[in-house]
């Protein structure tokens, strides 16, 4: 964009200057193929690109100098392989006032350029055709900075209308497809002099090629120039871009904004407001654009809202919600240098707040930081660093979050629509992830953690009547799904790999059980399954163990399975049969071992005693 700015200055400058050198030079002669073969060998020296003009130069004298034509086209720099011309212009007319001229200034009347288009692309090296084009004129500047000196050192340029229609910016990638398309519909500006603010007004629109998207934009404000049209300064800046995405629709941009262009590098620093849908951002920012940029930026809000910014696990996306195309920004990202703040004092995302928000922002390669980012949320407190890297497809982020004393089912719900667990503790986790939603990062979820909540509950099943149900044999109903297991404490070891996240060392404590085991979860299917141990407490203990005393110390079975949706438990009845009539069992085979036991030793008394009876 810097060189996309400088260029096309130095495109507007230019073609004022070649109507100022045609204009004087057909005040002495005029000869329209004559003047069309000087101007074309002056840009190819300059350049090194041929300049076509088809349309011949027509001339006025009365009341103002005014010379128009059309049809320019001027081709790619030399090595650059696209057949498209760098640039085309349908229309361009000038007009200079004469008697000025006399004394030394310039007062052009009129400049007039009409249905232009510059096509940006990449050559040898990797080098844009504006950068090619840059560096020919920086040259041909070079030798003629003396003489340009001397002889503009005192000329007063004044224009009474510079106006651009239909210009428009086509960029190709490095396999000469079009990526993306900036038009700009209209620009105009009044009574200009340089070291003056005039009126600026602009409007236009930007269409992406790979997301088949149509942006709007649109600026006003008081604009200055420099003599030397290095220095742009603008003031009363209104500007706006609409139809941004789904999440956002409009984004504008307020206050003072100025631009230092040098040899290498150009200055911009911005004081103002960003609006986001009509919410306001105090941004205060400078960066530095060259072969790096460097960029400070210090971004402050009282409160906002970005609750479409939210997406939640139980939408599915549809075809027509194509993936960004982010590979730009990560491109910026790697020739940049970012150090930025923020400071929110309420940030609502869907239906959480973030309070007290504070983070510092910076960049390493196409991988952006928040190192640290704190807050006040879920009724507790959260630290995290976190990273998102822009190159990768899908977009890749990574999160190290410490949450104390929150409320887990807040958490959840707001995140990912799930509600079916609350309680109140900590959550650590080391997690990476890809993904453009929340479904999407949770079914690419790796990494590990640990829970420790307490005074929570598990929707949608209870436990304590899934006991007594198997206790007394009855079949199961759906009363038992339908309500809850509150519990005094949960904790346990995460470890995700690819969605599928195992919950181990896994443990619930009630008033009535402890549940002892582990779990599994599958992102990808939204199923659970588990295997656990349920050791009974209190009454239910005592109920238990008085209907069968052989569980007394047992530790009971317990499943879980199904899906997100419609969990269900399952104690194993047949081992509690098994335990009810163990016992009887057990009664018998000694009642049998013990008749046996009789009859053996009644037959060797009898033995014993016929030998005896014999002997004598």
């Not at 007039?112 to 500047?141: H, I, R």
């Not at 220095?231 to 230092?260: E, F, H, M, P, R």
């Not at 949320?377 to 660093?385: D, I, M, S």
């Not at 009454?539 to 899906?563: I, R």
């Amino acid at each position: 964009m810097k060189t996309l700015l400088k260029w096309s200055l130095r495109l507007v400058i230019a073609v004022v200057a070649l109507f100022i050198v045609a204009a004087v030079a057909l005040m002495i002669f005029f000869n329209s193929d004559q003047l069309k073969t000087t101007l074309t060998k002056q840009v190819n020296e300059r350049t090194g690109a041929e300049l076509v003009i088809e349309r011949d130069l027509s001339l006025s004298f009365f009341p103002w100098l005014a010379i128009e034509t059309g049809d320019i086209s001027l081709s790619q720099p030399p090595g650059f392989a696209q057949k498209d011309p760098a640039l085309t212009i349908g229309a361009v007319s000038a007009s200079i006032k004469l008697m000025p001229l006399f004394s030394g200034d310039i007062e052009v009347g009129a400049v007039t350029v009409s249905d232009a288009t510059l096509n940006m692309t990449s050559g040898p090296q990797g080098k844009s055709n504006l950068q090619a084009f840059t560096e020919a004129l920086q040259k041909a500047e070079t030798k003629d900075t003396a003489k340009e000196t001397s002889e503009t050192g005192d000329l007063d340029l004044s224009l009474q209308k510079l106006e651009l229609n239909n210009f428009t910016f086509n960029q190709f990638d490095a396999n000469d497809k079009q990526s993306q398309s900036i038009t700009l519909d209209q620009f105009i500006i009044e009574d200009f002099r340089p070291g003056e603010f005039r009126p600026v007004n602009a409007s236009g629109k930007i269409s992406s090629e790979v997301n088949k998207t149509v942006i709007k934009w649109a600026l006003e404000g008081d604009l200055k120039v420099s003599s030397d049209f290095k220095q742009i300064n603008v003031q009363k800046l209104d500007a706006s871009v609409d139809n941004v995405s789904s999440a956002i629709q409009t984004v504008g941009l307020s206050g003072t904004l100025s631009v230092v262009m040098g040899g290498k590098s150009t200055l911009i620093e911005h004081q103002g407001a960003v609006t986001l849908d009509d919410q306001s951002v105090t941004l205060k920012a400078s960066a530095g654009l060259g072969d790096t940029n460097d960029i400070k930026v210090s971004i402050k809000a009282d409160s906002l809202t970005l609750d479409q910014l939210m997406a939640t696990s139980g939408k599915k996306e549809t075809t027509s919600q194509a993936e960004a195309d982010l590979s730009p920004v990560a491109d910026f990202l790697k020739k940049s240098r970012i150090q930025g703040d923020l400071a929110i004092g309420s940030l609502n995302l869907k239906n959480t707040k973030f309070t007290q928000v504070a983070a510092n922002v910076f960049n390493k390669g196409a991988t952006l930081h928040l190192d640290p980012f704190k807050a006040q949320a879920f009724q507790g407190e959260l630290a995290t660093t976190a990273s998102v890297n822009f190159a990768s497809k899908p977009l890749s982020l990574a999160i190290q979050p410490d949450l104390k004393n929150i409320q887990i089912g807040d958490l959840l719900a707001a995140f990912f629509g799930f509600e079916r667990l609350s309680g109140l503790g900590a959550l650590d986790l080391d997690m990476k992830t890809k993904g453009a939603d929340a479904k999407q990062m949770l079914q690419n979820l790796n990494g590990t953690g640990h829970i420790n909540l307490s005074d929570g509950a598990l929707m949608g099943i209870d436990i304590e009547k899934l006991i007594a149900s198997g206790l007394s044999l009855q079949s199961l109903n759906q009363e038992n799904y339908s309500g809850k297991t509150v519990f005094a404490g949960l904790k346990g070891d995460l470890k995700a790999n690819d969605g599928v996240i195992a919950l181990s060392n896994f443990a619930i404590n009630s008033p009535v059980f402890d549940l002892l085991g582990k779990a599994t979860t599958d992102a990808n299917k939204e199923s659970i399954g588990g295997s656990f141990q349920l050791v009974l407490k209190g009454a239910l203990k005592e109920q238990v163990e008085a209907k069968y005393p052989k569980l007394a110390g047992k530790k009971l079975p317990f499943e879980l399975k199904g899906t997100w949706a419609e969990p269900k438990a399952n104690i194993d009845y047949e081992a509690i049969l098994k335990a009810e009539y163990q016992g009887k069992i057990d009664e018998k085979k000694q009642e049998l071992e013990d008749e046996a036991k009789d009859k053996v030793e009644d037959k060797l008394k009898d033995l014993l005693r016929r030998k005896k009876e014999d002997e004598q």
